[in-house]
Structures are given as structure tokens and as C-alpha cells.
């Protein structure tokens, strides 16, 4: 009953996203800060580092897919991009210990990871022709912020509501 | 860290990355029509959004509001110093639009390529990464709405309808760098001149008019509006205005900058415009069938 819930969390974030983008952050030209938040990516990246690795995986391929179809015209840069993080940042959460640092560490470094990902396959696909010093100061920065405020203001809830999942998987 | 690339797991991201290779090859070539699962979660997320976007829009108009509040009396002092001007601008449409009639009654003339039908509608989303630039209305096939119709705010042209679902619609920003993304102009002046909108330069933060020739003489500030000559979009709807010329690299055509005239960040409601008269397409179609 538990782990229902947690799919339907994501999607909210995953939905939230696009009305947030669109109430509050449209920006003037002038100011061209491009602050992305990627709420469901940093969920996901928890998921990857408290359950294990195989549900990281799995609601990356779920989201990615989920996020090509709605969001963009091309399917399969997310559902690359954010399988592929949802990995990688597992396995470095096999080395560190879990705390509160550390995870809001791994998850600023997994949504720049996400990014990057995207940048690269959209740039090689010929969507973005953004220059590499722009993406690094106007967009990547102001993201990383957002993410990992977004990432502090969950942490002691939703790492609460996932270790619960964790003990219902291993009773299981 | 030994477990990170062992053989089995380095032949799963080869796999993989063909497999990304071959969905991008896939989706990349111009689809028309959703298959009916596509369809169905873009209906479902589009009514989520529907009920996100509401507070969220209240909230975020009221932060708004309190700024506004400053530049208000200015603002007003302004648009009463603008009144008369319309008025006179008023009095004058009406006799050129009369001429105009009476003319085109002379000529037998109904239908022209200059009428549409227009649809309101409400942006509930945008695409969250800024990479593809798509928003999304709440519009959908059962309203009318097609995909290639033109979407305009009211300070211009902002876009296309790229494709529809039931309920809701997606919309191409005119500065969305997909390559099937382009949009035949004219810069408005004694001569026309033509060429076309290709994307969007992040640096110069202005559209890219594309492909006018190289002799032709554009000076900053001249309006450049949709031509309407490829018999999607209604001619005449406002783009943008020059802010810059330079030639291609090659040298046998030039590029002009534009700065789009409807603020592309800042939409809230849209119009979509069916054109009326019918395609070049449908009316050989009839002929031939005669």
C-alpha cells in the first residue's frame, strides 16, 4: 500500500514542473537566467540511493519515457539520460555514507550529470545550439540552486517515507 | 571501483545506446498524428495541469500585481495620451475598411486568404526544459483544433500547432531549433522581401531570419510578418522586427536578427487561426474529381 503511493508522488512532481515553469519562472529576454527544476529527477536520484539500484533504474526508464513523450518531440534522450544517472549515482552512493550532506551532494551532482546528458544528445541532435559558457553560467547554475533547495525541503520526509518502503521490500 | 565495468555490464550499455541511437533515428522523422497511448497520457497529464496551474498562476499574479502597482499611474498618463491617437486611427479604418468592401463587392470577390477563425485559448504548461520549446493549451481535437494551425498572442505571431490530443494541444514556439521548425516571412517595405525563420540565436537572444538575398537592403527596425505563401499560416501576422543584419558565412544570402514582438516566455492566453479559404490541395483535388 505504501509503494503505490510513491509513483503517484513523482508524478506530481514530474507535473508540477511544467505549471512551475510556466506561472513563475517565464523570464524577460533581458534576463536570461534558465532555471530548470527537475523535482522528479532529484526523487528518483533518492529512490536510487536509499532503495536500490534496480528501482532507480526502473522509475528512470519509467519518467525518462514518461518526459520524452510529454515534453519533447524526441523520444529517448531522457529515457537514456535519466536511466543512465539514476545509475550512476546508485553506485556512488555505494561508497558514501547516507547522510543529509552527502545526499543533497549526490543529488546536485546527479541532476548535473542529467544535464549534461541532455545538453550533449540535444546539441549532437542539433536542438540546442546554446555555446558550452552559457549553459555553464545561465543554465546550469541557477538549476543546480533550485534542485538542491528542492532537495533539502524533502529530505527529512521523503528519506523518512522511503527507509518505510525499504522494511515492507525486505519483509517481503 | 572494480564493479563499475564488467563485461556483461558494458555489453548492456552498448545495447542500450544503440537502442537510443535507433528511438532517436525513430522519432525524429515528422509524425503527424499520436498513436493512442501517447494520446491518452497526454490527456491525462494536461488535466493534472489544468488543476496545477491554477493556484500556481494565482500565486505567481499576485507577486506580480504588487510590482506592477509602481509603473500604474505612469502607465495610465500614457495609455490617456494614446486614446486620442486611436480614436483618429479608428475613424480611419473604418473608411479604408468601407473602400475596401465595396471594392472587393465590385470584384466579386468573398473569400480571401486574410480571413481565419479564431479559437481562445489557455496556456496550462510549458515544456520544463528549455530545450524544446513547446507549450501546451487547453484546446484540444474536440474544440476544432488541428495540427500546422498558426497560434498567435496578442502582440504576434508565436508559433504552430504541432500535435493535438483530445483534450489539449502542443504549441512550437517560433523559437523552438527543430529543423522542420520554419516559417516562410517577409520584411515588410516598398519591395518585399522574403526568406525564412530558422530557430532561435541564445546569444543575440533574437530569431533568426535566414536566406535573404544578399543585395537586398534591410534597415534596423522594418517589421517582418508572415507571408502566407505557404498556404498554412494567414498572411500579414506580426513576427518581430530587425535589430541586426550580417551575411551568411558563404556569402550568397544574408541573415537578419529579429526580436520577436510577442514576449515568448511570458504567455498566458493564445489565439489559434484556422484559415478559411481552403488549400491549394483540397481545391485541385475537386477539379480533378470533376
Redesign the interface.
Known sequence: MKKILLPFLI??AF??????????L?????M?W?I???FSMVMILFIAMYLNTTYGLLYGLGFGL?TD?????????Y??SM?ATAYITS?FSR?LFGNLIVTIFLSIIGVSILEFF??G??SL???????ID?FLYK?LLPTLILNGLFAILIYYPYVKYLNRIKETIKEN | ?P??FSNKRLIILLV??I???A??G???KKRENLTLP?QF??DS?GL??TI??KP??T??GFFENLSEMKQLYKENQLLKARLDEYAKLYVQYEAVKKTNDTLKAQLDKEEDLNDYKVREAT??????????K???INKGEKDGIKPNMAVISPQGFIGKI?NVSLFQSTV?LIS????TNRFSAIVQGEQNIFGTIE?????R?ALMFKKIKVDAKIKKGQKVITSGLGDVFPPNLLIGEVIDTEPDEVGLTQTAYLK?SA?????DHVMVLEREMPGVDESLKEKEEE
Not at chain 2, 496556456?123 to 524544446?132: A, E, F, K, Y
Request: hydrophobic fraction near 45%; aromatic fraction near 14%.
Open positions: 508524478y506530481l507535473i508540477s514542473e511544467s505549471s512551475l515553469v510556466q506561472a513563475f517565464p523570464q524577460d529576454a533581458s536570461d534558465q530548470i527544476p527537475r514518461l513523450l510529454l515534453y519533447t518531440d524526441i523520444i529517448g534522450v529515457l537514456f536511466a553506485v561508497y541532455v545538453y544528445l540535444n541532435i542539433g536542438i540546442s545550439n546554446q555555446s552559457l543554465r | 571501483m564493479h563499475f542500450s545506446i537502442i537510443l541511437v528511438l532517436i525513430f522519432s525524429m501517447e497520457l497526454k497529464a493534472a495541469q496545477f496551474y500556481a498562476n500565486i505567481a496556456v496550462i504548461g510549458r515544456s520544463p526544459d528549455q530545450w524544446n513547446f507549450i501546451y504541432t512550437q523552438d531549433n527543430d529543423r530557430g532561435y540565436d541564445p546569444k537572444q520577436p514576449n515568448l516566455y511570458d504567455l
